[in-house]
Nanobody
Framework: QVQLVESGGGLVQAGGSLRLSCSASARTFASYGTGWFRQAPGKEREFVAAITWSGGATKFADAAKGRFTISRDNGKSTVYLQMNSLKPEDTAVYYC?????????????????WGQGTQVTVSS
């Protein structure tokens, strides 16, 4: 069974950077789009960014535009989320997820496999 494992979270000061990784246990991961979502305490899960299977197209939430980038290395079955200029409001558990198809989706119901999440905390 395919599993997704996130890593790279941690504590960082405002203005700092983190790179999250999402590693899959099967090479078939490369055939699917991948998304990043986050959930802050007391808030609903929200879309952050997504990338197609090939990496040829990406999409970002307004809160992430200009600060975050998403990329993938299919040879390593890994998707990355580079987060720069972090703000305290970026504090959340970040999850990666595998899409139902090769494209981009911004809502969770289009994803069928989720990682366990990695905590990102941004101090002011």
């Amino acid at each position: 069974q395919v599993q997704l494992v996130e890593s790279g979270g941690g504590l960082v000061q405002a203005g700092g950077s983190l790179r999250l990784s999402c590693s899959a246990s099967a090479r078939t991961f490369a055939s699917y789009g991948t998304g990043w979502f986050r959930q802050a305490p007391g808030k609903e899960r929200e879309f952050v960014a997504a990338i197609t299977w090939s990496g040829g197209a990406t999409k970002f939430a307004d809160a992430a535009k200009g600060r975050f980038t998403i990329s993938r290395d299919n040879g390593k079955s890994t998707v990355y989320l580079q987060m720069n200029s972090l703000k305290p409001e970026d504090t959340a558990v970040y999850y990666c997820a595998r899409s139902l198809n090769a494209g981009i989706a911004t809502t969770g119901n289009w994803y069928d496999l989720w990682g366990q999440g990695t905590q990102v905390t941004v101090s002011s």
